[in-house]
Each structure stands twice: as structure tokens, then as C-alpha cells.
């Protein structure tokens, strides 16, 4: 966190927690009381404060969650923010009892557009949401709408490449094929809000993330503009929905957008109009529904093997590419690596955690302050994959603090591991001690082994000793009574 950026330092103590009111990928969110301001407030948990916090120092609009302060005592980190009575805009719209016209869903419309507007264009510093969708809008005081949640946020001139951080019905074509990003993607996000407000429908209802990604990149698909919505409104949503990000409108020019609609008469009433017929195009909406499920299920088996095939040269590009990046990370200072940069840093034993490594966002300075509590608190429980990544983070900090010469003398090392059932070959320096700590982890498996053997043999002994005992005073007791 930049030494310039401050905020209010809360201590736990200084809170008590209620309900849990939602959560997500970068941690959980509570109600709670502020105790010493005796106001009510919302506390997100996290497990390394780090990019939020500081995003959130930065930003002070309306339109935007307020930012109070955050709980730095490790592991217990948080922030804490205003808290919004009236829940998510999701929530809200899922509601039937929350009917809208034309007038509710212009102002609201606007305001998360001045939102997105500040951090784009109005901000310290321009921000990229990356994560725009109606959970993480949220209804406020006066019925005001802001936008909260920056766990997924960037600054522009960081790095742009994205992973799968949003959620895929929100998501542009370009941030599902992971591809370099700007600010454009906040629009297409923006397109699918602006159809929530209008239709009160859940995006892609029951159609799976990936099968989303797969309609929206690979065939074209978009989110179905019933025919009888309101032309100004129809256009808008088409425009942020453009396959190429240069083509859609920025948010000066939605508002520009928005507020001309103000100066329609006939809008209103076009609106409204749309709105109480909802059951007619709803049904619109419904028949894309179930052309897009049956899509999938409907692929000849030339398709099925073409994009079998796509997968396995996918997965095959991705194993060159972090074979490729593990041989070069290692010259580069950690404390720089992206998140993508550590999920590519690891072995394939290890990536299997690649998601859960995103989810957290741990970067190459997160990687070096890793903890055994903080690998099991993240969800990975293997004792020796936990191992494993110490291990490997301890020998980055060695590597950090070593200087390297420019010109090293290159080694091969070939080491094969055979014991029992295990096998494990590495090539190079960076392997032969991970051999070693597999070697050493074996060995311990069998002393283990050797002990839990040697308390049965134990126990076994003792229990013949008392059979023997047993035996021998049933004999005493026999001769007892023939003596008598």
C-alpha cells in the first residue's frame, strides 16, 4: 500500500458483529456496529488486507460506498464500510413487491453511471470495476444507489490482463477470454445492469458460467431486448454489448445519453406501457432461454470433437506457457508477479489451486508473506501441498535476497525419486530441492509407519502377556481345588 494512501485504523474490539449479509469471492460481509461512533456498518473479512482498502481510500462520490476505515490486526483483517439497509440492487429487483417505472429506473440508471463515471474519468486515479453487476450495486440511504465491492478493481496502468474474476453473464468477451482489458468492459457490465433495471429477470437464468461464456464468445450471443422495449433504451444496451471494446460508448457519453431521455415526453409512457406487459415479453426473453440451453445438447458430434480438440490445445498451450514462465519467473523480483504470474510460477501438482489463488488474489508480495494459517484458511488442507508452497516461498526470499549473476553458468540436474509407489523426476537446480523435501516428507511417512507398527507388535505382546496371566490363574485355581 503506498505510504501516502491513510485511513482510520478500527480496532476488532471496537466492533460487535451481527448477521452474515453477504459475501463473495474476496471475503465475507457482516453487519455490525461501529461501536464507539455507535453507528450501524458493514465489515468485509479478508484474509490480507491489500488492494481494496486502498482502492476505497481514494474514492469519495455519492455514487460510490463510503469508506470508513479498516481492522489491521492480523489474521483478523477488514473493512469497513457504510452499511445500505435496503440490500443489493439484485436483491431488490428479484422482489416482486418492488415494482419500478420509468422515472425509478432513469434516476437509477444514472447514478450508478455517474458511479462509474467517477472512477473512469473523476477519480485520484482511473479505476477499471472489472466486477460491475447488480450484487454489487447497493441501495442506501434515500434510495441512492452505489457501487461497492473493488476486490476485482485495477488501476489503470497496472496490469490490464484479466482473469475470470467477475461473474459470466456480466462479463465482456474479451475479460472471458482473459485478454488485455480497459475500461470498456465496465460498459458491457453496464449494458447487462441497465437490462436487469428494465426487465427485472436474472441474466442467462439456469444456464451454466461456462456455457454463458461459451454462447457469448464463440456464438454471438447476447441478452434477448424484448421487441417492445423502448427504442432509446434498446440502442443503448446494443451499443455496450459491441464485440469491440473501442466501438462502445464511455460512461460521459451514457450519461450525455441518459440525460436526453429526460427531454423525451413520449419516453414515460413508452416505458411504462413496456413494464405492465411484462408477462408478453417475458415470454421473448423465455423462448432464448430455451433455445440457448438446448444449443449445447444440440451439437452435432463434429462439433463436440472440434471443441474437445480446442480444449485439449488450449490445456496444451497452457502447460508450454507455464513451462516457458517457470523457467523466467524465477529471474524476475516476486514482489512484482500479478496474480496470473503465481498461479504460472507453480508445478502442475500445485495447480490445482490456481482458482483459489485467484480468488484471493495473492501476487507475488502476498506469495512471500504466506502462512501455514493462511494456506488452510484459503482451503487448501493437503499437509504436503501446504508444505510445499512454505518451501517454495522460503527459497523465493532466499532467491530474492541472492544476487544473480548476469551471465550464470546453466546446469542440468537429473533426479529420480523412486520409493515404493512414488515417483517424481525434476530437471534443474530449482527441483532438486523440492526432491529433497519429497524425499524428506517420504522418509517421515515411513518412520510413521515403522512406529504405528512397532505399537501394534507392542499391544500385541502385552495382550498375550495377559492371556498368559489368565491362563496361569486358572492353573493355580485348578490345583487349589484338587489339593482340597
Known sequence: MDAGITFCEIALDDLEFYERCGGGSFGSVYRAKW??????????????????????????HRNIIQFYGAVMEEPNYCLITEFAEKGSLYDYLQNPNNPMDFQHILTWAREIAQGMNYLHNEAPTKIIHRDLKSKNVVIAVQNVCKICD???SRFMGSTTKMSLAGTFPWMAPE???SQPVSDACDTWSYGVVLWELLTHEVPYRGIEGFQVAWLVVEKGERLTIPSTCPPCFAKLMQQCWHTDPKLRPNFKDILLTLHTMLSDDLLPDQTNSFLEHREVWRKEIQATLERLKRAESNLTAKERELMEREIKLIEREKTLEQQFKTVHLDSYDVNTWSEIDVCKSHSSDLAQYADIFLQHNITGKRLLMLTLDRIHAM????TGHSMELMARSIERIRTLETPKDKSPVHRQITVTLIFGHHLRQGKGPEDLFIVVFDLFIVVFD?????????IVVLKFFILVCDLFIVVLKFFIVVLDLSSL
Not at 39 to 58: N, Q
Not at 379 to 382: D, H, L, Q, R, V
Not at 447 to 452: A, N
Open 150 to 152: 473493488f476486490g476485482a
Open 175 to 177: 475479460v472471458i477470454q
Open 35 to 60: 461501536k464507539s461512533e455507535n453507528i450501524i456498518v458493514a465489515v468485509k473479512k479478508l484474509l490480507v488486507l491489500d488492494k481494496e482498502a486502498h482502492v476505497l481510500s481514494l474514492l469519495s
Open 379 to 382: 482451503g487448501i488442507t493437503s
Open 446 to 454: 515411513l518412520f510413521v509407519v515403522v512406529c504405528d507398527l512397532f
